[in-house]
């Protein structure tokens, strides 16, 4: 098996691991005296609303919102679709659609909702006295600033109508069960797709330090409403004291399940984190240097070996190119392995998606750059333009895979032969 296939084996085996049938049908709730209403948001939710038709004994109504191009047939879910990583107006009309499924139940009837990475872009709900545009400008500002995804969505969750565990607020009576696929380091649920049903701690003050702390230029507006709205749900309100929320998938079960197939590869496999954060050019020279430590000593691991890694890298966009973090983290890591001979990596959204492309991510091995170099590409120039994506497609090296239907953050592999 070459290099390239093995690591696509690798994610492949990550990416079943998180298959979210397996899930749900293990902690799906008993069936309520009144009306089952589904709602739901993320790059993965009509997976889930389709797993969940399979398994549900009885009748469901309600709808899910994902990516444009996302969506799969549901018999009883109505499946919206709008923009990612930009809100757009179907994103505002999702969410407002969402709002009106929960209103006027009572503490007969059941709210199922189906999370998972995405929907922080795929449900707009600006304050009163905000639009969409207001809700684009904190958006694009947010995806430039080089925040981590857990300051992102925090942020995100004092704008908003819906996130932040409004949405669950806005069903009581009804009992909310929360499905849960994390793409966020450190797996806290409430943060994944900033939270429509999950109450989380983190005030607004929280916010405005996160704001200064990465440098996040708002409107004057904008900053006014974060210093004098109302607080968002706190997890002690009585209105939750039904809810129930589970995981049931995430970065560590699918970093596990990958370890597996590798030791069945012969590989010593090491998972070196579920949860690395950081810039992603900075992970990736990182990574390098660690990977040709065990090439050229044998340690701190014994070879042949596979170094993998989960979480979201993040990238400060100072460029005008094209790319995501993984191609980013690929080709800082690319730019310093060069010449290696034993080295081969893969860094890919488990969503099939990395950045606004069509590629999950990129391969790199050692002659990654001496490649570029002869296709008339300049990695550190690309690199400085976050302009991975164009480096990667000169090489043929891009790995497209498609809509995955799930997302439990990036996933790395690196093989030390």
Same mark, same amino acid.
């Given at each position: 098996?070459?290099?390239?296939? %093995?690591?696509?084996?690798?994610?492949?085996?990550?990416?079943?691991?998180?298959?979210?049938?397996?899930?749900?049908?293990?902690?799906?709730?008993?069936? @309520?005296?009144?009306?089952?209403?589904?709602?739901?948001?993320?790059?993965?939710?009509?997976?889930?609303?389709?797993?969940?038709?399979?398994?549900?004994?009885?009748?469901?109504?309600?709808?899910?919102?994902?990516?444009?191009?996302?969506?799969?047939?549901?018999?009883?879910?109505?499946?919206?679709?709008?923009?990612?990583?930009?809100?757009?107006?179907?994103?505002?009309?999702?969410?407002?659609?969402?709002?009106? %499924?929960?209103?006027?139940?009572?503490?007969?009837?059941?709210?199922?909702?189906?999370?998972?990475?995405?929907?922080?872009?795929?449900?707009?709900?600006?304050?009163?006295?905000?639009?969409?545009?207001?809700?684009?400008?904190?958006?694009?500002?947010?995806?430039?600033?080089?925040?981590?995804?857990?300051?992102?969505?925090?942020?995100?969750?004092?704008?908003?109508?819906?996130?932040?565990?409004?949405?669950?607020?806005?069903?009581?009576?009804?009992?909310?069960?929360?499905?849960?696929?994390?793409?966020?380091?450190?797996?806290?649920?409430?943060?994944?797709?900033?939270?429509?049903?999950? @109450?989380?701690?983190?005030?607004?003050?929280?916010?405005?330090?996160?704001?200064?702390?990465?440098?996040?230029?708002?409107?004057?507006?904008?900053?006014?409403?974060?210093?004098?709205?109302?607080?968002?749900?706190?997890?002690?309100?009585?209105?939750?004291?039904?809810?129930?929320?589970? %995981?049931?998938?995430?970065?560590?079960?699918?970093?596990?399940?990958?370890?597996?197939?590798?030791?069945?590869?012969?590989?010593?496999?090491?998972?070196?984190?579920?949860?690395?954060?950081?810039?992603?050019?900075?992970?990736?020279?990182?990574?390098?240097?660690?990977?040709?430590?065990?090439?050229?000593?044998?340690?701190?691991?014994?070879?042949?070996?596979?170094?993998?890694?989960?979480?979201?890298?993040?990238?400060?966009?100072?460029?005008?190119?094209?790319?995501?973090?993984?191609?980013?983290?690929?080709?800082?890591?690319?730019?310093?392995?060069?010449?290696?001979?034993?080295?081969?990596?893969?860094?890919?959204?488990?969503?099939?998606?990395?950045?606004?492309?069509?590629?999950?991510?990129?391969?790199?091995?050692?002659?990654?750059?001496?490649?570029?170099?002869?296709?008339?590409?300049?990695?550190?120039?690309?690199?400085?333009?976050?302009?991975?994506?164009?480096?990667?497609?000169?090489?043929?090296?891009?790995?497209?895979?498609?809509?995955?239907?799930?997302?439990?953050?990036?996933?790395?592999?690196?093989?030390?032969?």
């Amino acid at each position: 098996m070459t290099p390239k296939a %093995l690591l696509t084996t690798l994610f492949n085996a990550a990416v079943e691991a998180a298959n979210p049938d397996r899930g749900i049908r293990t902690f799906l709730p008993d069936r @309520p005296k009144g009306r089952t209403i589904v709602v739901g948001a993320g790059k993965g939710s009509a997976q889930l609303a389709h797993a969940l038709e399979r398994a549900w004994p009885g009748k469901l109504e309600g709808a899910v919102v994902t990516r444009y191009g996302y969506a799969v047939p549901c018999d009883q879910i109505e499946v919206l679709e709008a923009a990612h990583p930009v809100p757009d107006a179907a994103g505002l009309a999702a969410s407002e659609r969402l709002l009106d %499924l929960v209103q006027g139940l009572t503490g007969d009837d059941l709210v199922i909702a189906l999370m998972c990475g995405g929907g922080s872009a795929l449900l707009p709900a600006p304050p009163e006295g905000f639009d969409l545009a207001d809700e684009i400008t904190l958006n694009e500002a947010l995806l430039k600033s080089g925040a981590p995804i857990s300051a992102m969505n925090l942020i995100r969750k004092h704008f908003s109508r819906i996130k932040g565990g409004r949405l669950a607020a806005a069903a009581y009576p009804a009992k909310v069960v929360t499905f849960v696929v994390s793409d966020i380091p450190g797996d806290n649920p409430a943060l994944v797709s900033s939270g429509p049903t999950i @109450p989380s701690d983190g005030d607004a003050r929280e916010a405005l330090r996160l704001i200064e702390t990465y440098r996040i230029d708002l409107p004057d507006r904008m900053m006014q409403h974060f210093k004098t709205s109302a607080p968002a749900p706190v997890p002690g309100d009585p209105v939750f004291s039904r809810h129930q929320v589970h %995981l049931i998938a995430s970065a560590n079960v699918s970093l596990e399940a990958a370890a597996v197939v590798a030791r069945e590869h012969g590989l010593n496999a090491v998972i070196l984190s579920d949860a690395l954060e950081g810039e992603a050019r900075e992970a990736g020279s990182f990574h390098a240097a660690l990977a040709r430590e065990v090439e050229q000593r044998g340690r701190p691991f014994q070879t042949p070996a596979v170094l993998l890694s989960g979480g979201e890298t993040t990238v400060t966009v100072r460029g005008k190119g094209k790319g995501g973090r993984n191609t980013e983290f690929l080709l800082s890591f690319a730019a310093h392995i060069s010449g290696a001979s034993r080295l081969h990596a893969l860094a890919a959204d488990t969503d099939g998606i990395d950045g606004s492309e069509d590629n999950a991510g990129a391969f790199a091995d050692g002659t990654t750059i001496r490649r570029m170099m002869e296709a008339g590409i300049r990695a550190d120039a690309h690199l400085a333009n976050n302009d991975a994506w164009t480096a990667f497609a000169a090489v043929d090296d891009l790995f497209v895979c498609g809509p995955t239907g799930t997302n439990v953050n990036d996933f790395r592999a690196i093989l030390i032969l």
